[in-house]
T-cell receptor, first 115, second 114 residues
Framework: GAGVSQSPSNKVTEKGKDVELRCDPI?????LYWYRQSLGQGLEFLIY????????KSGLPSDRFSAERTGGSVSTLTIQRTQQEDSAVYLC?????????????FGSGTQLSVL | AQSVTQLGSHVSVSEGALVLLRCNYS??????LFWYVQYPNQGLQLLLK??????LVKGINGFEAEFKKSETSFHLTKPSAHMSDAAEYFC????????????FGTGTRLQVTL
């Protein structure tokens, strides 16, 4: 497709279960971001991939969170042993260029609900 | 570290009235500043950005923002609100350059009434 695609759009899980969230960036975009959007918390940076460089994981809230990007394209965000406070919308964004030319294109997000 | 503060989580204006959404930033280096908009049931999209060129930046849909270093502000304005402007607006900051990440504010929900 032409835009950033995220799946699933909604995920309901039980506390303690693992979940995987998928992001298909725009073809050719070298940068990929994951953000978390919680009520009243704005957009919280989680992790950033740029080309073949080591990812910037500085925003991951705990070691239960991890992400990988295979082949420089699709990315998977994994949350292990989910907790209720993990409930949020998880947004993926991609971009082609950096700095002044950078423009992020966002997906519609995955709404995660942990019961 | 960079951060932004958006004053007012909800703003309501009448159709045709001035829109003013406030954003103040904190940055240890000259910042790049952005406004993103999220329409209902849609993903975020870039409205406009400041990258150290002109201090008055014009964006899509008639919006503009002015970078004021002395006030550390980057407020978003539109002279005349339209019903279709109802959305959530996010201010964001980065330090630019390579491998820079955007830090977003908490968002301001704009309501436009008849």
């Amino acid at each position: 497709g032409a835009g950033v695609s995220q799946s699933p759009s909604n995920k309901v899980t039980e506390k303690g279960k693992d979940v995987e969230l998928r992001c298909d960036p725009i073809s050719g975009h070298t940068a990929l971001y994951w953000y978390r959007q919680s009520l009243g918390q704005g957009l919280e940076f989680l992790i950033y991939f740029q080309g073949n460089s080591a990812p910037d994981k500085s925003g991951l809230p705990s070691d239960r969170f991890s992400a990988e990007r295979t082949g420089g394209s699709v990315s998977t965000l994994t949350i292990q042993r989910t907790q209720q406070e993990d409930s949020a919308v998880y947004l993926c964004a991609s971009s082609l260029l950096q700095g002044a030319q950078e423009k992020l294109f966002f997906g519609s997000g995955t709404q995660l609900s942990v019961l | 570290a960079q951060s932004v503060t958006q004053l007012g989580s909800h703003v309501s204006v009448s159709e045709g009235a001035l829109v003013l959404l406030r954003c103040n930033y904190s940055s240890s280096v000259p910042p790049y500043l952005f406004w993103y908009v999220q329409y209902p049931n849609q993903g975020l999209q870039l409205l406009l950005k400041y990258t150290s060129a002109a201090t008055l930046v014009k964006g899509i849909n008639g919006f503009e923002a002015e970078f004021k270093k002395s006030e550390t502000s980057f407020h978003l304005t539109k002279p005349s609100a339209h019903m279709s402007d109802a959305a959530e607006y996010f201010c964001a900051v980065s330090k630019g350059g390579t491998a820079s990440k955007l830090t977003f504010g908490t968002g301001t929900r704009l309501q436009v009434t008849l």
